[in-house]
């Protein structure tokens, strides 16, 4: 009898960690999934995004005068609701980017930018891929998951597609689909460089 109950209990625990680990490596799988088709979509759909200029009034014109510089908040919303399209962001990484946007908008609402042509406060790079957009669309298919983590609805995944360019994915699963909260670079192998840099140079 003892030795019936024991058989029973050591297959029930092997197939509950057999059953988590194919659960494990379903969840990993959507997160790659999701991971890649972002940036797949993206790449395909980048020149179709902006249906017109978000930015506008820039004087590029040395005879024209009192041209005020302003952000076209109709065109943002018109941007993030094509970036909506893609199935892969959720409404805080949207609504994260609209906050920008809008900041950006009042700031120049208070302090005018008049006969200006150059960057902008706050828009200085690409609000998604930052100031080298091509160095992660031209080069994610050689990309490495390194690190996933995930509890309950919550993700979160390390993707390196060099020494130098190293990301974080944050994720959120609604209605059974993961959906991108965040995205943005992982400066720990920098800052671990710079603080080597310090200590040598003391």
């Known amino acids: 009898m ?3 109950i024991l058989t029973a209990f050591v297959v029930s625990i092997w ?3 057999s059953y988590g680990q194919q659960t494990e490596a379903l969840i990993n799988g959507q997160l790659k ?4 088709g972002f940036l797949t979509w993206y790449k395909d759909k980048e020149n179709h995004l902006m249906t017109a200029p978000i ?6 014109d040395s005879i024209k005068r009192d041209s005020v510089v302003s952000i076209n908040m109709p065109a943002v919303d018109q941007y993030l609701s094509n970036l909506k399209k893609s199935g892969y962001l959720s409404d805080v990484f949207l609504n994260d980017l609209r906050r920008t946007y809008a900041s950006v908008s009042d700031t120049l609402n208070k302090y005018p930018l008049v006969d200006y042509f150059g960057p902008i406060p706050g828009l200085e ?7 080298e957009p091509e160095a992660i669309l031209d080069h ?3 990309g490495r998951f390194i690190k996933i983590y995930s509890i309950y609805n919550k993700a979160l995944v390390k993707f390196d597609i060099s020494e130098f360019n190293q990301y974080l994915f944050i994720m959120t699963k609604v209605n059974s689909k ?9 400066l720990t192998n920098l800052e671990k460089m ?3 840099t310090s200590r040598v140079a003391e």
């Open 33 to 36: 999934q999701t991971v890649i």
């Open 125 to 131: 790079s690409d609000l998604i891929f930052g100031f």
């Open 140 to 142: 994610f298919e050689t």
């Open 55 to 60: 930015v506008i009034g820039f004087n590029e």
């Open 15 to 17: 197939s509950t960690f």
């Open 2 to 4: 003892r030795r019936i």
């Open 178 to 186: 993961w959906l991108i909260d965040y995205f943005g670079e992982d």
């Open 194 to 196: 710079d603080e080597k």
